[in-house]
Nanobody, 124 residues
Framework: QVQLVESGGGSVQAGGSLRLSCAAS????????MGWFRQVPGKEREGIAA???????RYADSVKGRFTISRDSAKRSLDLQMNNLRPEDTAMYYC??????????????????WGQGTQVTVSS
């Protein structure tokens, strides 16, 4: 059974850093297209960082230069290093993976599997 489990969320002050991790299990082949999304209550889920095959990476403008997505295919893990956090980064953060796609970007519908989420709270 495929599972994505996020960890690393927490509470930090503005300017601080957190590193989120997503452990993927149950995949026959390591998924190529993966991404990080976040959601605030009452708002739509937004894609903030995506990684695909051949080194493709994309960031939302709101996090560019502050967040870094990376993965370890051998360990089947996906990380998100978040630096210089701002109060507006406060949200539930989700890891997502596509079963077959080599790139899925920020389209939620392109992802087949989702983690349960990890909360990030940034205080001013």
């Amino acid at each position: 059974q495929v599972q994505l489990v996020e960890s690393g969320g927490g509470s930090v002050q503005a300017g601080g850093s957190l590193r989120l991790s997503c452990a993927a299990s149950g995949f026959t082949i390591s998924p190529a297209a993966m991404g990080w999304f976040r959601q605030v209550p009452g708002k739509e889920r937004e894609g903030i960082a995506a990684i695909g095959d051949y080194g493709a990476i994309r960031y939302a403008d709101s996090v560019k230069g502050r967040f870094t997505i990376s993965r370890d295919s051998a360990k089947r893990s996906l990380d998100l290093q978040m630096n210089n956090l701002r109060p507006e980064d406060t949200a539930m953060y989700y890891c997502a993976a596509s079963r077959w796609a080599t790139w899925a970007g920020f389209s939620s519908q392109s992802y087949d599997y989702w983690g349960q989420g990890t909360q990030v709270t940034v205080s001013s």
